[in-house]
């Protein structure tokens, strides 16, 4: 039996987002091997990440915290997500953006990355706006934390109340895109996204990643000089050998990625972003994390730099 997971982040469950909700979920009663599980969010107990590190340092073990994402893997909420073949998140707009309980919500997976548990999730959103919208700022920032998640993206619906009526056959639409997708999960097994199928399945969404990333990494210049990773190995902050070289890779990638944003060529900018997420993921945590704060080793499920090392050999063999 499938499981699709359906959380809802609204304190209101007779409001307008709470409806889109009951409607997708009423119309996915029938399908058959779906197990719909709603959660409203403010039903449980769950803060932010208190930046412990303990899952790290224990891969498998789940969050020490004493809520529902946590107590070592029998937080409901916890045991909910791992259980999940699909995750759709129905949430109002509040603050010009996605509410705080669904980005504590997502927040609160950091312990399953180490195990690889979210790569390959299908995901979908619905964000519900009323007076001055932002719904789809709210569906963009949704969307950027599924990218971050590695999540397999179906869509992200943004609704203002204003035209919730004729909104709400779309919203029936993606459950059913979702509940499919998570059929598909449970029958064919998870396929754990690489960095590089995620980098290209977030080309174009509502928050493109090729746009995002680049303006991230470049401190918003878009440029290789000014960017973070050509500052740091100007600067010789970067004094471990292992991390320097990484670096080092992530400055190769970097420039190349740019270049071809450049020549409006996105999908091997996207390319070569995967490639600058890993070293660059890999080389920080090497000089800043390993040794004087997680005082671990990163774990093999996130960012595996094999995989890159890998294609990067064939590719050259091949040239």
């Not at 010009?96 to 950091?110: T, V």
């Not at 080092?248 to 900018?269: G, I, P």
Request: aromatic share 10%; proline share 4%; hydrophobic share 40%.
């Amino acid at each position: 039996m499938a499981c699709l997971m359906v959380v809802q982040g609204s304190g209101r469950k007779k409001g307008f987002t709470s409806s889109l909700m009951e409607n997708v979920v009423q119309n996915l009663e029938g399908v058959k091997g779906l197990d719909v599980e709603v959660y409203h969010l403010h039903d449980y107990t769950y803060g932010p990440c208190k930046s412990c590190f303990h899952c790290i340092r224990n891969v498998g073990s789940g969050c020490v915290l004493d809520d529902d994402w946590g107590r070592k893997r029998k937080g409901e909420l916890f045991q909910g997500f791992i259980r999940a073949n699909g995750l759709l998140v129905v949430d109002p707009v509040h603050g010009w953006g996605m509410s705080a309980q669904a980005r504590l919500f997502l927040e609160r997976i950091y312990p399953t990355f180490w195990e690889g548990i979210p790569y390959g999730l299908p995901f979908a959103s619905i964000s519900c706006a009323s007076n001055q919208g932002f719904q789809t700022r709210a569906t963009a920032e949704l969307c950027k934390l599924a990218a971050g998640s590695g999540f397999r993206y179906i869509g992200g619906l943004p609704v203002h109340v204003a035209y919730i009526r004729e909104a709400r056959p779309k919203a029936v639409e993606l459950g059913f895109r979702i509940a499919e997708a998570a059929l598909e999960d449970e029958r064919n097994g998870r396929h754990k996204l690489t960095d590089e199928e995620i980098f290209l399945m977030y080309m174009g969404t509502p928050w493109d990643i090729v746009d995002g990333y680049l303006e991230n990494i470049t401190d918003g210049t878009f440029a290789y000089e000014t960017s973070v990773p050509a500052r740091a190995l100007r600067s010789g902050d970067f004094t471990d050998p292992e991390a320097r070289g990484l670096l080092e890779k992530t400055c190769t990638h970097l420039k190349a990625a740019l270049d071809h944003y450049a020549a409006h060529d996105r999908r091997t900018s996207a390319i070569e972003l995967s490639l600058v997420a890993k070293f660059w993921t890999n080389a920080t945590y090497k000089q800043f994390l390993e040794k004087d704060v997680v005082k671990a080793h990163i774990p093999k499920a996130y960012r595996p730099l094999e995989e890159s090392c890998q294609k990067i050999d064939a590719e050259t063999s091949s040239a």
